[in-house]
């Protein structure tokens, strides 16, 4: 059995506001492993952000428990308001938790290496050993030519090179990523992408990504849970959230990490499928791994006189894995469809139907 170095159990947090109140969190429970990098994506407001300040309570859950790394932080099973870890020890057990931030909150009258030195102020190193401390993580994340700059004359990765080398200062076994890509580039999100997937491979840094691209997902989280407001949708590894993705807003997000939501749009409207007739339908394949080799479409005919008429085709990497998606129109008998729809979800291959009749 695997052994969480996050677990959040049945999580509530509600906001009491004059007379509103705003279930920001609704029973939310997820187990992260060591060594994961966990994508929570989700819209603004879908309550990502309080549900990671959970993890070091920085948000005091209304309801439920927190357990990071063996040790019980909050459990609200018991007492009226819950029992919480005490104060000194939720002091030494954050400093194990890494932080970053969309808008970096470095400090704009420090220097690079101060602004890294700051965060070991609390730290038992030395003055000489603090120092090749900081320079040893500018050197990690490609600055050390930079540490005497401020902040101000970086660039936004830079900037945020610059809050992960923070981040590492006292050795996290965690690092929480909160939009730490939103405000950058493409370009410069896969140069921060890629740095936290070398931190996670080179110090099997556990690492929560919470994000509103599922692209960010896509590129490094092997794990992923889909939030809408202040519930989890769905939750699995990435690979088969991509490939069997049940909610609406999941398949949203992954056509738009695909790129998918574009062609999606057009050839909804193109006659073919305008025009659907009876005996057709227009679906969707998703299929993963050592399925992609199987000659689908001819096999669909011979077996079933079944024809597929391949409107839209894509494979994506993932994890190493290729995801293949095709856009259909298959035609034939009512009998041979559905003998060739079970076929398909036999073979592991995911079938949608975007439209036509159910056969
Ligand atoms: N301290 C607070 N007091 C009252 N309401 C809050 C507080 N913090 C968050 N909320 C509300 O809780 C809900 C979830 O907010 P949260 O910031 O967790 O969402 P999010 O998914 O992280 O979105 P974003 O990316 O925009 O921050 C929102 O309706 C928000 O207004």
Same mark, same amino acid.
């Given at each position: 059995?695997?052994?969480?170095?996050?677990?959040?159990?049945?999580?509530?947090?509600?906001?009491?506001?004059?007379?509103?109140?705003?279930?920001?969190?609704?029973?939310?429970?997820?187990?992260?492993?060591?060594?994961?990098?966990?994508?929570?994506?989700?819209?603004?407001?879908?309550?990502?952000?309080?549900?990671?300040?959970?993890?070091?309570?920085?948000?005091?859950?209304?309801?439920?428990?927190?357990?990071?790394?063996?040790?019980?932080?909050?459990?609200?099973?018991?007492?009226?308001?819950?029992?919480?870890?005490?104060?000194?020890?939720?002091?030494?057990?954050?400093?194990?938790?890494?932080?970053?931030?969309?808008?970096?909150?470095?400090?704009?009258?420090?220097?690079?290496?101060?602004?890294?030195?700051?965060?070991?102020?609390?730290?038992?190193?030395?003055?000489?050993?603090?120092?090749?401390?900081?320079?040893?993580?500018?050197?990690?994340?490609?600055?050390?030519?930079?540490?005497?700059?401020?902040?101000?004359?970086?660039?936004?990765?830079?900037?945020?090179?610059?809050?992960?080398?923070?981040?590492?200062?006292?050795?996290?076994?965690?690092?929480?990523?909160?939009?730490?890509?939103?405000?950058?580039?493409?370009?410069?999100?896969?140069?921060?992408?890629?740095?936290?997937?070398?931190?996670?491979?080179?110090?099997?840094?556990?690492?929560?990504?919470?994000?509103?691209?599922?692209?960010?997902?896509?590129?490094?989280?092997?794990?992923?849970?889909?939030?809408?407001?202040?519930?989890?949708?769905?939750?699995?590894?990435?690979?088969?959230?991509?490939?069997?993705?049940?909610?609406?807003?999941?398949?949203?997000?992954?056509?738009?990490? =695909? !790129?998918?939501?574009?062609?999606? /749009?057009?050839?909804?409207?193109? #006659?073919? @499928? %305008? &025009?659907?007739?009876? *005996?057709? +339908?227009?679906?969707?394949?998703?299929?993963?791994?050592?399925? =992609? !080799?199987?000659?689908?479409?001819? /096999?669909?005919?011979?077996?079933? #006189?079944? @024809? %597929? &008429?391949?409107?839209? *085709?894509? +494979?994506?990497?993932?994890?190493?894995?290729?995801?293949?998606?095709?856009?259909?129109?298959?035609?034939?008998?009512?009998?041979?469809?559905?003998?060739?729809?079970? &076929?398909?979800?036999?073979?592991?291959?995911?079938?949608?139907?975007?439209?036509?009749?159910?056969?």
């Amino acid at each position: 059995m695997s052994n969480p170095i996050i677990s959040l159990k049945n999580i509530d947090v509600t906001f009491t506001q004059k007379k509103k109140t705003i279930e920001a969190v609704k029973d939310v429970s997820i187990d992260v492993n060591k060594g994961d990098i966990y994508g929570i994506v989700g819209y603004s407001g879908a309550g990502k952000s309080t549900l990671v300040r959970v993890v070091n309570l920085l948000q005091v859950p209304t309801a439920g428990q927190v357990i990071v790394n063996g040790e019980t932080f909050y459990d609200g099973s018991k007492g009226k308001d819950g029992v919480q870890i005490k104060a000194n020890e939720l002091r030494n057990r954050r400093r194990k938790i890494g932080m970053i931030f969309q808008h970096f909150n470095l400090l704009n009258e420090r220097t690079v290496a101060e602004n890294v030195a700051f965060a070991l102020q609390h730290s038992p190193l030395k003055a000489n050993e603090k120092k090749a401390k900081v320079a040893e993580l500018l050197e990690l994340v490609e600055l050390s030519d930079r540490a005497e700059q401020f902040p101000s004359q970086l660039s936004g990765g830079q900037k945020q090179r610059v809050a992960i080398a923070r981040a590492l200062a006292n050795d996290p076994e965690i690092l929480i990523s909160d939009e730490a890509t939103s405000a950058l580039d493409p370009k410069t999100t896969n140069q921060i992408l890629s740095l936290l997937k070398k931190l996670n491979e080179k110090y099997h840094l556990t690492i929560l990504l919470i994000t509103h691209e599922m692209e960010a997902v896509k590129e490094i989280a092997n794990k992923v849970a889909v939030m809408q407001q202040g519930v989890v949708l769905e939750k699995g590894s990435t690979l088969d959230i991509f490939t069997k993705p049940q909610a609406a807003l999941t398949k949203e997000f992954i056509e738009t990490a =695909t !790129n998918q939501d574009k062609s999606l /749009a057009t050839i909804e409207e193109s #006659e073919a @499928v %305008a &025009n659907l007739q009876a *005996g057709q +339908v227009f679906a969707r394949l998703t299929y993963s791994g050592n399925t =992609t !080799n199987e000659p689908l479409i001819t /096999a669909l005919y011979q077996k079933y #006189e079944v @024809v %597929a &008429n391949i409107l839209y *085709g894509n +494979v994506e990497i993932l994890q190493g894995t290729e995801i293949g998606s095709l856009l259909v129109i298959l035609s034939g008998s009512q009998d041979g469809l559905t003998s060739a729809l079970k &076929n398909l979800a036999d073979q592991g291959i995911h079938v949608e139907i975007l439209k036509g009749q159910q056969a």
